[in-house]
Each structure stands twice: as structure tokens, then as C-alpha cells.
């Protein structure tokens, strides 16, 4: 039986509630284009026992975006509608009774709207409704259940308005609230069958040419026109992304729902019998439906499937579409979270496959055309455990194109079988470096053992996804992993591990976040010191611009003075050490032994024979052994070593001996094969210093060239010495590949070498010093370093480049000055930002952008209300979204909207979160 739609009265609004009812009053619906059915169902069952929403944007219909022109001003959010004023787009106006209330209002009502203070009122974006909805800073579970039921309860109270802004909150709530909502089923109903059709962004069509206006697809009644009642009141137009999202909410609704309506069911099964509606209705019925019905059952689905020929084959859109609806359904009854992320753990629970469920037709896409499709259907497969889901996915690696291959690497993943994993382990082999990716992340529900083997990849990539995969599954052996990672070459990869153990426990994280404040690069600093801070109320003294040892010891005083559970983590390292110890004890001993004799013994002699021999015989794993022996010895080595036994071992050794040549040519050809190797692997540490005792006299500029090169992405200490030998190279263009070097990797003690660069003969190479030193982030290059007595010259200082007869180095420093923080450098370039010049106010823009420093927000945003050069209005645009972070932007902004549009967005956002006088954007210096 349908519940019955019971006539509602539209009762007052209360004042707490008017500011969200003038946000709610405008149809501003639209498609989510980053909407994933997997995400949106993995997100539902994570929070299904717990009284805190999804994230909004999960959804597949999102409420926010705002068209230009009619964006909320801060006057329109703070200047509420009284009694006795007239509401804008309040109410419908020809539904709401208040159209016919007199003009004069009652004398107390007058009294109260005018003696009365305004009471505190709430301010409603697409943002705020995220973080009314879904915040994660709350201290207490109990506080997040309390918040949400709090405002589930306002938009309840509002959908028993019948206005837009009450169909509206009707769909909201349906959407986040899906198992609370089963009263909103009645209103959804009339949404989408009784309202007419409307396109606000076309215009009014002429008389004359009505007739050629299509059939109103939503109204789903008979061709002929019927004679319009006159006792009944005229329903308003809606556009039909709002009708697409009611119908969105209902299937949500519909599928949490104990018993389901068999005439709600009905009227939307029959729509699609209909020929004449549009393609976009029937997709969204298509995914609607799927979850609570099965995809056999939901009419003309069978026949979007059918392959046929190019003449008879449907749109791509409406067959990937009724694809989608076949995972969509998989996913709400076959699939179990335990699938995606512990391989074999949920087979035997899974429910066992019905052929009866699905289209007869649907093993068809298995060859189809389109690769799309054929993709779409290997997951299906896996999802649903389809019987011959092993051969299918096996097939598919074999596939002609090579984006079907990579996915069904990742989709073997979820079978969770034997064969699935030796398949996998296969893969991850490959040269290819998209399928070790893949493999890495089909490896993923089996762990940390077989992601060990991917952590330490060549590729960075590669690296990367088992970093991701690694955070899937929190345990110690993944931790280990994980720290090594911490370390990498790649600040990509660091910045991925504190990402993945965002969810983690912290007796696990904790401990990796304090290695990763001790360890890792400036940005990956950052990211733990923020993350320990939110875990644990407090960083106690550490700097993350201070040198190493400080906060090594700072650290130590940290985890003594809170308790933290660094004592796990040392258990785990200890086992990790001595697990790998007690396989290479012996050798070690050995290696050792014929090293001493080497460096000990003449080269005439039988022990040194022996030893040479037995060196040049040990394994490419071994030769990290000789490596770090070579690197704690503090004696002259014998040369022999490097000439002699080092290049047998390895072709870097090689390159290093065509590097002592005389001739330029056999030099440049040893440069290049270090490049080349260094692509793969990095240089060894005994490799850079061997490099930095050989270039210390080499004048060819292409031979320095390619070194630099080959270190630029590695951050060691011999490297920075290579890089500290070229910034005082004679030549101008090798000083300038130092500076290079060291605004790249952008550590504090970097600043003091660059100093003296700042008084350079040559103004290129003053550039390069400035643009560097902007980079370490070590405020002492602001005014420099103070000589002790007044007779000496003053020393080398940004600040003293302010005033310099160049324009392009007063610009790098006052863009480094505000790298730095420094408030001077700051105000100027705010006032370059609005200099008449285009190209100026291009670069300033730029730089503010890239200086971290969320305090030029708001003087961006303030430009761009005004800006009307296009290229200099999206250098604005791209600043703000470098300086904020995704989760604090706007979620309306979309990148196919217009510039201007965006411009009117970030200044409403602007003027809804952070206009007050306390509020400011946390920079984290």
C-alpha cells in the first residue's frame, strides 16, 4: 500500500531556520561529475551504524551551485526577512498563502520586528552545509551524533514547507538521511510526477512556436492535453536536475526502506516504458532503481545492453549507464567492504551468484567495442563473483587496449583467489610501469608481505600506490614499510604515507608521524606535525624548520612529556632490525674482513689477492654492504678500489672512471650513463662523493650540467656537497644549477651557503640565489647574518636586494620575502598585485600563489571581484586554489564554469566563512 500523501499546511518558519530557507529557496541542483558508485556505496556502509552523515560530495546529485548573478551576498544572509516585509523566493508565490496577507501588518508584529534584536543566525553555503554535516573535528562521538540529529532536524522541519525551499530540505534529507526519511517518499512522488518541466537557463518560446516544444517528460500522462482544473492551484516549474535529484533521494529512500510502496514502485518502472522520455531521465532511473531492484526487472535495461550492430547499437551514454546500474546493484547486495580490502576473508559469506538477477544478455559485454565497457564488465564480474570471473579477468589482460589490461590487474584484486594472486605477483613484475601500479593496488586486500616487494620499486609511482595500499591496512609490518617510505626520494610518496595513516590508530601512527618530523622534507613535516597536533592536542616544542638534531631532541621531549606510544614503535623497529640481521650477520662479518685486509694489507701480497677476489665476487644486494663500509671509513682509500673493484660491481663505478679522462668526449659519455642509471635507482652516496672529488676541477660546463642532473632529485649530504661545490664553481651558469639544486630540496641550512651569492658579480646567478633561498624557509636570510663589528661591510641580505637598480631582482626578493612570512615583502607584493601593467600583476599573483601564505585570501579574492583581464584573472583563480586547501574550498566551483563566475563564488565563500575579525586561515608557521 502507498503511503498515502497526507494535504500539509505550511507553517511558520522560525527565525533560526530563515537563513538557511532564503539559502534553499532557489533550484540550484546539478550532476556530480566526480560521482564514483562504488565511493558513494563504500562511504553509506561505513557510516550506516553511526548518526554522522557521508561526505555531500559523494552524492551523485549535489545542492550549491550557483548561478551568476544570484550568488548569496553577505547582505542577503545577514538582512533576514520580518512579517513584515515581503521574503524574497521565500515561498512559492503561487502556492504560499502569504501573497494574499495584507501590506500593513499587525501593530505587535510591527513592534517586535522593529524593538526586537535579530536573533544569532546560522549562515547555509554547499560549505557550511559540509560542515554542519559531516565534521570530523569534533571531540566526542556523542557530540557528532547530537550535531547531526540537530540538523537533520531543521531540514525537517523545513521540508513540511511546500515551497521550493521545503522540496528542497525534502531532498536534502532524503539524500544524507536516507533511513530517517521514509515520510519524505510523498512529497519525492510529487516532485517528480505531478510538477511540470522547466529549463531555467533557456528562454520563454513565442506563441507561435509552442507546438514545437517537446513532450513534458516527467508529467507521465496521457498524449492528450487534459482540461486544466481552475479549483486547484498552479504547480510550479521545476528544472529537471531537480527532478533528477528527487528521483535520486527516492531510490535512496526506497532502498532503505523496510517494505516498499508497490505503487511507487510501479509509477517508476512504468516511466520507463514510456518511448518518449528523454536519455538523461532514463539513465537516472537506471542507477536509481538498481538499488532496490534487479537490473532483470528493471524495464528496457536489456535491450540499452544489446550489442547488436552500429546501426541498431544505442547511445554510449545510455549503455555504460545501464552497465553502471548492473555494478551499482552488485555493490548494495553482492559486495562486501571486507572484499576490497582482505583478500579471501568475506568468499564464504558472499552471496552466491543467481544468473536469474541479471540480464540474459549481459555476457555480451564481454566483447563489446567499447573498452568502457568492457572494463565495467570485468569489475561487475568480480564484484558479483561470476563464476568464470577468473578466465574473464585473465582474458582481459590480453586485452588490445591498455587501459582494460590495467584494470583488470586491479580487479583481480577482489577475487581474493589463489590464482588471482599469482597473477598479481606476475604482474607486479612486468616492465611496464602502469601495470606494477595496478598490481600494487590488486595487492592491496592481501597486505603488507606482498606490497614489500613494490614499496621499494624504482618507479616513484609505483611507490606511490603501495604507499596508498599500505594505509589500507594497519598493522606493524605495514608501519615498517611504511617508514621507509618516509625517507624516499619522492616528496610525493612521504607526503602519501601520512595521508594513508589518517585513520590509523595512534599507537601505530604516532609513531610514524614523529619519524616523519624527524626525517622527511619541510612539506612532509608539516603534514605529520599537523596531523600529531589533531591527534593529540599538542607539539610541544618542535620547530619544523629547525635542524635536524633539534628536532630529533625535541621529539624525545615530546614523547616523554605526553606519553607517547613511541615505545611500540621502537619494539617494532627492534624486530624489524633484527629480523633483517639475522639474515646477513655472517656476511657482513665477512664482507668486513676482506675490506680491512684490502685497506690494510699491500697490494703485492696473497691476502690482499684473496680479498680482491672474494670483493669482486659478492652479490649487487651485497654491494650496499661494501658501500656503507667504504662510507664510515675515515682513511684515504686505496684507489684501486675505484678504478679496480667497484666497476666490475657496478656501471656507475664505470662512469666514474671515464669521468677521470682527459678527453671531454669520454667524459660526457660517463656523465651521461650516471643520468641514465640515476632515472631507475638513485647515486649512491659513494657514488656522489667519489663524483665531488673528480668535478672538483672540471671546467666543461655540459659535463657539470648532466651531474646536476642526476642528483637534482636526490637529497643527500654528499649531494648537497656536490651542489655546495658548484655554487662556488667560477662559472657563472654551474653556480646557477647549485642554486638550482638547493631551492629545489629547500632545507633551512641551505639559506647560509646561498647567502653570499646575494652579492654575486653576476645579476643572473643573484636571481637564482634569491628564488632559492625563498625556498628554505630559514628567516635568517631576511636580514642576514649580523657581522660582529661595524667596520666590515654589511652583510648580504634580502632585504637589502629591496632597493636594487634591477627590477626583475626586486621582484624575486619581495616574492621571497613572502615565502619567508615577512611582513614588508608581503605588502609590496600586495601592491605589485595591483599595478596598471598586466604582466606584472600576472607574475605578483603567480608568486603569491606559490608562497604558501594563506593571508593574501583575501586580497586575492578582493582582485578578482574587480579584475577584468582574463589571463591575469585566472592566475587568481589558480592562487586560490593553491593557498586553499580542497576541503575548505567552495564546493560549487566547478571548472567548466566561467571565470567570473568563480570570482563570485570565492567572494561569497569569502564573505560567509572568514570575514569576521578572528578568523584566519591556519598557515602552519
Known amino acids: 500500500m502507498p503511503i498515502p500523501f497526507k494535504e500539509k499546511k505550511t507553517p511558520a518558519v522560525s527565525e533560526e531556520l530563515k537563513g538557511l530557507q532564503i539559502y534553499l529557496s532557489k533550484d540550484l541542483w546539478s550532476r ?21 552523515t557521508a561526505p555531500l560530495d559523494i552524492h551523485r546529485w549535489v545542492f550549491g551551485t550557483l548561478e551568476p548573478g544570484k550568488f548569496l551576498s553577505e547582505s542577503e544572509k545577514t538582512e533576514l526577512p520580518s512579517v513584515a516585509t515581503k521574503a524574497p523566493e521565500v515561498t512559492d508565490s503561487k502556492d504560499s498563502t502569504k501573497q494574499n496577507q495584507p501590506k500593513d501588518p499587525p501593530p505587535t508584529t510591527e513592534k517586535q520586528t522593529v524593538e526586537t534584536p535579530l536573533p544569532k543566525q546560522e549562515s547555509w553555503s554547499f560549505n557550511t552545509l559540509q560542515e554542519f554535516f559531516i565534521r570530523t573535528d569534533s571531540q566526542t562521538a556523542d557530540s557528532d551524533s547530537r550535531q547531526y540529529s540537530e540538523k537533520i532536524s531543521k531540514l525537517k522541519q523545513l521540508s513540511a514547507q511546500d515551497s521550493i525551499a521545503g522540496w528542497n530540505a525534502t531532498i536534502l534529507w532524503a539524500t544524507i538521511s536516507p533511513q530517517s526519511a521514509t515520510e519524505t517518499i510523498p512529497t519525492l512522488e510529487k516532485i517528480v510526477f505531478e510538477h511540470p518541466t522547466s529549463d531555467p537557463s533557456k ?80 539513465n537516472e532511473l537506471y542507477c536509481g532503481l538498481a538499488r532496490f531492484i534487479s537490473p532483470a526487472n528493471i524495464p528496457t535495461l536489456e535491450q540499452s545492453l544489446d550489442v547488436g550492430d552500429n546501426k541498431r547499437r544505442l547511445p554510449k551514454t545510455l549503455r555504460r549507464t545501464a552497465m553502471d546500474a548492473c555494478i551499482i546493484h552488485g555493490l548494495w547486495f553482492y559486495a562486501d567492504l571486507n572484499q576490497f580490502s582482505t583478500a579471501g576473508r568475506s568468499q564464504q559469506e558472499s552471496r552466491e551468484y543467481e544468473a536469474s538477477v541479471w540480464p540474459e544478455n549481459i555476457t555480451q559485454v564481454r566483447w563489446d567495442s567499447d573498452s568502457r565497457m568492457r572494463t565495467n564488465f570485468g569489475y561487475w564480474a568480480a564484484v558479483v563473483r561470476h563464476p568464470d570471473a ?59 608481505p606482498y606490497l614489500a616487494p613494490l614499496s ?20 606493524p609490518e605495514a608501519a615498517l614499510l611504511l617508514r621507509s617510505l618516509l625517507n624516499d626520494r619522492s616528496t610525493n610518496v612521504q607526503n602519501a604515507v601520512i595521508d594513508s595513516i589518517s585513520q590509523w590508530p595512534d599507537e601505530l601512527a604516532i609513531p610514524l608521524l614523529l619519524e616523519g618530523i624527524q626525517e622527511s622534507v619541510y612539506k612532509t613535516r608539516r603534514k605529520s606535525i599537523l596531523q600529531l597536533t589533531n591527534r ?137 650513463q650516471l643520468l641514465l642509471n640515476s632515472q631507475n635507482v638513485s647515486l649512491s652516496p659513494v657514488v656522489i ?223 560567509t566563512h572568514h570575514s569576521g575579525p578572528s578568523t584566519r586561515l591556519f598557515t602552519g608557521r
Not at 561529475?33 to 557510516?47: I, P, R, V
Not at 603501495?466 to 594497519?474: F, I, T, V
Not at 636586494?801 to 605588502?827: C, P, W, Y
Not at 583581464?869 to 592562487?879: D, G, P, T
Open 32 to 52: 556530480n561529475d566526480h560521482w564514483s558508485a562504488f565511493e558513494e556505496w563504500k562511504t553509506l556502509q561505513t557510516h550506516a551504524e553511526t548518526n554522522r
Open 203 to 282: 528562454k520563454k518560446t513565442p506563441q507561435n512556436q509552442q507546438h514545437k516544444q517537446p513532450i513534458d517528460f516527467f508529467s507521465f500522462q496521457e498524449t492528450e492535453k487534459p482540461v486544466p482544473d481552475k479549483s486547484k492551484p498552479k504547480l510550479t516549474a521545476l528544472s529537471p536536475a531537480m527532478k533528477h535529484a528527487a528521483i535520486n533521494g527516492l531510490s535512496l529512500v526506497l532502498s532503505q526502506a523496510d517494505a516498499i510502496p508497490l505503487d511507487t514502485k510501479h509509477r517508476l518502472t512504468q516511466a520507463l516504458q514510456r518511448p518518449d522520455i528523454s536519455m538523461e531521465l532514463r
Open 390 to 448: 577468473e578466465a574473464i579477468l585473465i582474458s582481459q589482460l590480453k586485452d588490445a587496449d591498455h587501459l582494460v589490461q590495467n584494470q583488470a590487474i586491479e580487479h583481480l584484486g577482489l577475487l581474493g583467489t589463489d590464482t588471482a594472486l599469482q597473477q598479481l605477483e606476475e604482474q607486479a613484475k612486468r616492465p611496464q610501469e602502469s601495470a606494477r601500479i595496478s598490481a600494487a593496488i590488486g595487492l592491496t586486500p592481501w597486505g603488507a
Open 456 to 475: 621499494k620499486d624504482a618507479s616513484a609511482s609505483v611507490r606511490l600506490a603501495a604507499a596508498k595500499g599500505l594505509g589500507q591496512s594497519p598493522s
Open 536 to 672: 593529540t592536542g599538542t607539539s610541544g616544542s618542535i620547530s619544523i624548520e629547525a635542524p635536524k638534531a633539534d628536532r630529533i631532541a625535541a621529539v624525545r621531549e615530546l614523547i616523554q612529556s605526553q606519553q607517547l606510544p613511541a615505545g611500540l614503535w621502537n619494539q617494532l623497529l627492534q624486530t624489524g632490525l633484527q629480523k633483517s640481521g639475522e639474515v646477513n650477520q655472517t656476511r657482513v662479518a665477512e664482507i668486513q674482513a676482506y675490506f680491512q685486509k684490502l685497506i690494510n694489507q699491500p697490494k703485492e701480497s696473497s691476502q690482499y689477492q684473496i680479498a680482491f677476489q672474494e670483493l669482486a665476487n659478492i652479490s649487487h644486494d651485497e654491494l650496499g654492504i661494501l658501500e656503507k663500509l667504504i662510507l664510515e671509513t675515515s682513511i684515504e682509500l686505496p684507489d684501486q678500489i675505484y678504478t679496480d673493484l667497484l666497476p666490475e660491481l657496478h656501471s656507475n663505478y664505470a662512469a666514474l672512471n671515464q669521468l677521470k679522462s682527459a678527453h671531454v668526449t669520454d667524459r660526457r659519455k660517463g656523465a651521461q
Open 689 to 911: 662523493k667519489r663524483l665531488r672529488k673528480l668535478l672538483t676541477h672540471e671546467q666543461d660546463r655540459l659535463v657539470w650540467r648532466i651531474v646536476m642532473s642526476a642528483i637534482s632529485k636526490d637529497n643527500y649530504d654528499e649531494s648537497a656537497q656536490l651542489a655546495l661545490l658548484a655554487v662556488n664553481h667560477n662559472w657563472s651558469d654551474i653556480r646557477i644549477l647549485g642554486c638550482e639544486y638547493f631551492g629545489r630540496h629547500g632545507l633551512p641550512q641551505f639559506a647560509i651557503w646561498l647567502l653570499p651569492l646575494l652579492d654575486d658579480k653576476n645579476e643572473s646567478v643573484q636571481l637564482a640565489a634569491i628564488k632559492a633561498i625563498g625556498h628554505c624557509h630559514n628567516p635568517i636570510a631576511i636580514n642576514g647574518i649580523q657581522n660582529a663589528t661595524q667596520n666590515q661591510q654589511p652583510a648580504p641580505s634580502l632585504r637589502s636586494k629591496l632597493t636594487h637598480s634591477n627590477q626583475s631582482v626586486r621582484f624575486e626578493t619581495v616574492a621571497a620575502l613572502s615565502r619567508l612570512g615577512d611582513i614588508e615583502g608581503m605588502q609590496e607584493l600586495v601592491r605589485l598585485s595591483n599595478d596598471t601593467r598586466n604582466s606584472i600583476r600576472i607574475d605578483a599573483v603567480r608568486e603569491m600563489g606559490n608562497s604558501g601564505q594563506t593571508r593574501f585570501v583575501e586580497p586575492l579574492i578582493q582582485q578578482a571581484w574587480t579584475e577584468r583581464n582574463l589571463l591575469a584573472l585566472k592566475e587568481i583563480l589558480s592562487s586560490l586554489d593553491k593557498l586553499v586547501p580542497a576541503s575548505e574550498q567552495p564546493i560549487e566551483l566547478k571548472s567548466q564554469l566561467q571565470h567570473f563566475e568563480q570570482a563570485k563564488i570565492w567572494m561569497n565563500w569569502w564573505q
